[in-house]
């Protein structure tokens, strides 16, 4: 089992239960790290134009500095108020969103995830949360 398998089975596993918010972040940032090491999640955003957002965590006030496409994939703990455009949703959107167990088209079209930054930013991770779930049935 790879890295992005186990962190992946871990979230689909405390998804059974509301997260605890405290750790929510922890547990993306974790997806989104074995996630960029994963030749096949690198390989389904290759044809993903290059983008970042700050993805915040409303119910914690906590949030990821998050870069996607041209094949790579970056995550790392970020400030709230940090750089780039801001994308806002509870800790457990993120973590069904990453893990698999929420489908992008649901989560963007009913108002789970809010772009501070605009429509652009909103259609740009819709896509890469697509390509992510993707790589993961392979």
Known sequence: MTKLEEAI???RVASTSPPN???V???VLAIL???AED???RANLSDVPAGRALLRFTDTQEAIEFQAGDGRLHAEAADI???G???DATGATWLGLVAGTLKPWLAFTRGMVVARAGLTELRWLQQVA???QKAYEH
């Open 33 to 35: 790290t074995a996630a």
């Open 81 to 83: 108020k940090g750089k």
């Open 21 to 23: 918010p405290a750790h």
């Open 39 to 41: 030749e096949r999640v």
């Open 130 to 132: 697509e390509r992510l």
């Open 85 to 87: 455009p801001k994308v």
């Open 25 to 27: 972040r922890d547990a």
């Open 9 to 11: 089975r871990a979230a």
